[in-house]
């Protein structure tokens, strides 16, 4: 069945049984329905030259993804849709009282997945605050950019095109990946995969703009460093949890590592020439579904860096080595990659 009968299909059986369902498929109905071609964008006259400007990259880096970087030379990513809004759609995230494991859901097409994502801005905070009434901790992000693994030819959006060039490549990078390789139930994985490989895109990139390059790496170096601050504490509260003390005094404990970790962060940005990057991130509430969810996109990275130097940066070679590790059990490829983030000086 071909996309837009499989998605009439799908609107229709799910419309009458699942609400969630029903907003989901409705939603990117109306993503697609937006989208036009970017070769047509561009010879329209009527188009406003900056536009016509930012999407002249990104056929350059559509190009570069599957030339460069072996990624599917498809129909994605070369159409446009404005949604006019910030956000293609927001993701709840959640976690027990004393957890930093991310609660799962799971749905159709990808499995199981440690977020449920909404439309509707409204909508997501609605589910969220269902959610925390029964004393879970929530967390909504605004999400710029999504792939339906190729089930679908997805469209670049206003919403990550917005953010400049350096972003749309490396979200182009990042969904690419995801169409090369995806597994089913294993969040953690699938993201460290893709950004590991958004990273070397990024790389290659902007190899031959030696001022661009260096921006990139100096931005990359102080993410680095946010994740591993949020790693130490986050690993504290994992250990606090494993803890039999009484809820009360653990409340504190949380309480005293959280404060622990916002002071850590004041020191480290005090080197960081003014960027105030992850400010916001810090100054609203910390709980355990926020810290969570930062583990999703970053956790396995550097045992999937580790691994792509072994392939002397062979991007061809990593996928095949990526796709031998997918097929083992899941506790089998954890302790794999686990094992390979032990080797990290």
Known sequence: MNPPLLILALTLWLSGCNSYYAQAVGGHL?????????????QDPKTDPALKHKLGQVHAIREFASRELALPDNRSYRSYADLGRPFVVWNVFTAREFSIIPEQWCMLMVGCVNYRGYYDRLEAERYAAELAKTGLDTYVAGIPAYSTLGYFND????????LGDTETARTIFHELAHQKLFIEGDSVFNESFAA??????????FANNPEQLQTFK??????QQFVELVDVYREKLRLLYASTLPA???WHAKAEIVAAMRQAYAVLKQSWDGDTRYDKWFEQDLNNAKIASLGLY??????????????????PQFYRRVAELSKLPKPSRQALLEGLKARIP
């Open 30 to 42: 109306k993503v697609l329905n937006a989208a036009r071609p970017i070769d047509e964008i561009l």
């Open 155 to 162: 469209p670049v959006l206003n919403t990550f095109l917005r």
């Open 196 to 205: 590991t490989v958004e990273l070397e895109g990024l790389r290659r990139w």
């Open 218 to 223: 100096s931005r990359q170096q102080r993410q």
């Open 248 to 250: 009360e005094t653990m």
């Open 298 to 315: 970053t956790q396995l990275v550097p045992a999937f860096e580790t691994l792509l130097q072994q392939q002397g940066h062979d991007l």
